[in-house]
């Protein structure tokens, strides 16, 4: 997962300028040989760069300091632990390459006393409707006082991944350019890091035939109905390979693996970079794993059929010590997981061969008439996600400070959505907030189950749900009480999704809320019942398959549900084509970004894991 693959590290600290007069100012790349064997070229490679940063600047509160550089606003998100801007660097490999070392050069370090402490990073809290800190479930790793935190000027994992249908080696190094002395009450800081990478790329670079683009695995009795769909795609520029299940004969030692198994033969055989599986877990099973032992339990992923490769291009088989367990992270192991997708994968969670034909019948429909007028409109569904936190009662009280950050309570659900239509800028959002029951709300669209429905009944491209849920329900809270649910009177229920009346106008759904997609405690989650209905509800939904996380107050934006939910959006901006793509993007950018030298690393491997995609991959979007 982490470093464990690589030669040694060395970090080189001079304290002196005199070496950096020589390097180019500015980010400069450099690839060169510099070594070679009798026999065989062995090309070590190297990528340079200098990355600059202003002074840090200092802002004081009553009781804390907080640290801003202006060139990032990442931050290290070490709850408990103080908060300090970090740089990400994220460089791209053919997949297979292996990273010989990184060597970082520093320029002179600077020191500042501070008048306080600084501000600790916020606890993420579960997004059930039962509200609960994590804080006393996972194992903490608060700063002791001799420390200098973070340990290191810098730090970076590796992993093998797809992107933009290029299979490449992500490095994503993050650089804390301040560092935090707290017995002197001081921080450290630099105004330029040189990076030097070395890395050898694979001697016979991966290229595989490109046969199909989408494989579909399903049940022989489903295959009939599936045709229609093959034949569909295979006119629409995807070429596509339908197998039947009880046909996949590859090694492995259960039926998880040997379906693991057969979809890295198909990426080496045919080239296939999507996979849709159709059936529920009975047909198809699922992979259980158990990212958060202690506190979740086992959790179902088929981010686990995504994942096939490690970043050295090998199999990834989830069980690196081969217990039989998947996915583990305990206090005392865990699996290596590099957790980027190889293929963008959807399920279509179909019961019988009814559901099937209404979803191909779907598919057809929406791919046939692209261009569609109402793709443009977004609807945002959102409310006062984090009612315990007592909101604005509370702004000025330094305990509650404590727990936010430097972040403010707000309303999180509208907070994120207002986030989303700032990204998705081209579209005309209509927003939906449970804070318009207030007569001094900017918001005028009641959030109420007949005007979503009725908005999506004119017709949307994405329907965003932010906020709480169980399998059957959506539900977020109105400002300051915690008692009343919206929509009003026990929120927006898959019997409220029944009443649509969209024939051909499906929208994408999104729902950033707990357990939406939860089939393994309900074969009925809302995010498949909107998507399995005869010419009604949605074309495909993401969603959570179990409880969730999210930090309070406007920190919300930084991690969890919250920060999938925006990579979405963000991939959506950047015109990205087929529907699991959002996914997989939303998730190569969130590995890259989050703290992974952090004891909470395991609570993001958690999110990773439980992200579904109840739709066909391939799906175009428009
Ligand atoms: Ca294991
Ligand atoms: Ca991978």
Redesign the pocket.
């Known amino acids: 997962m982490k470093k464990y693959f690589f030669e040694t590290v060395i970090i080189i600290i001079l304290i002196t300028c005199l070496i950096l007069s020589s390097i180019p100012s500015s980010s400069t790349y450099s690839d060169n040989n510099v070594y070679r064997n009798d026999k065989d070229y062995i090309s070590i490679k190297s990528k340079e760069m200098e990355i600059s940063f202003s002074a840090p600047t200092v802002k004081y509160d009553s009781k804390y300091a907080e640290i801003n550089l202006k060139e990032s606003d990442s931050f290290i998100l070490a709850p408990g632990n103080p908060i300090l801007p970090k740089s990400n660097i994220i460089m791209k490999f053919p997949i297979g390459t292996k990273i010989q070392n990184i060597e970082i050069i520093l320029s002179e370090v600077k020191q500042l006393t501070l008048l306080k402490s600084i501000i600790t990073a916020p606890y993420p809290i579960i997004n059930s409707d039962k509200i609960r800190l994590i804080k006393n479930n996972l194992k903490t790793n608060l700063l002791k006082t001799s420390d200098v935190y973070p340990k290191k000027w810098f730090d970076y994992k590796t ?3 797809l992107e933009n249908e290029e299979r490449i080696t992500f490095l994503s190094i993050h650089l804390y350019p301040v560092r935090y002395l707290q017995a002197l009450e001081r921080i450290e800081y630099v105004d330029k890091i040189k990076i030097k990478v070395e890395y050898i790329t694979p001697e016979n670079p991966r290229t595989y035939p490109d046969v199909y683009d989408l494989l579909i695995i399903a049940p022989s009795v489903y295959c009939d109905n599936l045709d229609l769909l093959v034949e569909h795609k295979n006119n629409h520029g995807v070429t596509t390979k339908l197998v039947k299940i009880e046909e996949i004969n590859s090694t492995g030692r259960d039926e998880q693996e040997q379906i693991k198994y057969f979809i890295k033969e198909s990426i080496e055989n045919w080239g296939i970079k999507y996979v849709l599986l159709v059936g529920t877990k009975t047909k198809i099973p699922v992979r259980y794993t158990y990212p958060m032992d202690l506190l979740f339990g086992k959790i179902p992923t088929d981010l686990y059929y995504a ?4 970043s050295n291009g090998s199999f ?1 088989s989830w069980d690196s010590n081969n217990n039989n367990i998947f996915g583990e992270n305990t206090p005392f192991y865990s699996d290596e997981v ?5 293929v963008s994968l959807g399920r279509l969670y179909c019961k019988d061969n009814s559901e099937v034909i209404n979803v191909v019948n779907k598919i057809i429909s929406y791919e046939t008439n692209l261009n569609k007028e109402w793709f443009n409109n977004i609807i945002i569904c959102g409310g006062n996600t984090h009612y315990n936190w007592k909101d604005y009662l509370f702004i000025n009280d330094p305990a509650y400070k404590k727990y936010f950050g430097d972040g403010s309570p707000t309303y999180e659900g509208e907070y994120i959505g207002n986030k989303i239509s700032e990204i998705l800028f081209n579209f005309n959002s209509e927003k939906f907030y449970a804070s318009s029951i207030l007569p001094s709300s900017d918001y005028k669209n009641k959030l109420t189950k007949s005007n979503i429905n009725n908005a999506i009944n004119d017709g949307a491209g994405f329907v965003f749900f932010i906020g709480h849920g169980k399998p059957s329900v959506w539900l977020t809270y109105p400002p300051l009480i915690g008692f009343i649910t919206m929509p009003f009177p026990r929120g927006y229920t898959t019997n409220q999704i029944k009443f649509l009346k969209n024939e051909d106008k499906y929208p994408i759904i999104i729902f950033d809320a707990c357990s939406c997609g939860d089939f393994k405690k309900s074969n009925k989650p809302i995010a498949w019942e909107a998507v399995k209905l005869k010419s009604k509800g949605a074309i495909a939904s993401f969603a959570p398959t179990a409880l969730t996380m999210g930090y309070p107050g406007t920190y919300c934006e930084k991690g969890y549900n919250n920060l999938i939910d925006l990579g979405i959006a963000q991939a959506i901006a950047n015109g990205t084509e087929k529907a699991g793509d959002l996914l997989k993007s939303s998730i190569n950018n969130y590995l890259n970004v989050v703290d992974f030298d952090n004891p909470f690393y395991s609570s993001n491997v958690y999110v990773v894991q439980i992200q579904e995609l109840f739709g066909d991959p391939t799906l175009k979007l428009g």
């Open positions: 992993g093998g991944g994942d096939i490769y490690d990834s590099d957790l980027y997708p190889d």
